[in-house]
């Protein structure tokens, strides 16, 4: 698990880790039931504090990405096919959502894409 933490950033700590364990997860690189580094570990490795490491896998699991085995730590959910097919409908949901209220704002589909492209801008930066 490869992880890289800001502390310039105005992302909260724990949701750097969440974002990058989730982008692990979605794109195959932690596989499912591969366990995870230990809350305790992370927190050492990553130089935070252990609340910050059990909020960010706390979240996870709220997310149904992961899950835990008590005595033994966190692992990947087996199916992150399915997480990922339920936030690809979430997204759907959400464009269709901008889409009426870009319509009911005179946009077309060239000024709803540019905001979309600003608003990706900002959250990758």
Do not use: W
Not at 79 to 92: F, H, P, S, T
Not at 102 to 116: F, M, T, Y
Request: aromatic content about 6%; glycine content about 6%.
């Amino acid at each position: 698990m490869n992880i890289h933490i800001s502390l310039q950033s105005d992302i909260p700590t724990y949701e750097q880790i969440k974002i990058q364990i989730k982008a692990q997860i979605l794109d195959g690189r932690l596989a499912p039931n591969q366990p995870l580094t230990s809350m305790r570990q992370l927190a050492r490795d990553l130089r935070v504090s252990v609340i910050t490491t059990t909020r960010a896998y706390s979240d996870l699991e709220a997310e149904g990405l992961i899950y835990t085995v008590q005595g033994r730590g966190c692992f990947v959910k087996g199916d992150a096919e399915m997480v990922r097919r339920q936030y690809l409908q979430n997204i759907d949901e959400a464009f269709r959502t901008a889409v009426e209220k870009g319509k009911a704002a005179g946009l077309n589909l060239a000024e709803l894409q540019d905001r979309l492209e600003e608003i990706f801008h900002e959250k990758c930066n």
